[in-house]
């Protein structure tokens, strides 16, 4: 019995995300989303770590310490991003 979730998409819990060239980190949640705050301005890098995990994924035109939230899944050995919702400070 299927449960509709491909068997080659896995889940990133627990994945620590972090903004190359920085101290900015964060884990992902059991939705596989995270938030990194106050995030740099440029096109930063993101470098995922976690079991049998190690790839990057670039951001492109962030505007100083703008809010990021994602929501990815691992598909096939890539990271691939399902939402992206970005706010910057008041």
Known sequence: MSSGRPSHVVSLAGMVV?????????????????TLREVPAGNPQLK??????????GLAGVVNEEEIALALRLENGAIVIESIARSTRQ
């Open 48 to 57: 995922f770590f976690g079991p049998g995990v190690d790839t990057g994924l």
């Open 18 to 34: 972090s903004v190359q060239g920085t101290t900015i980190t964060a884990t992902v949640d059991s939705a596989n989303r995270f």
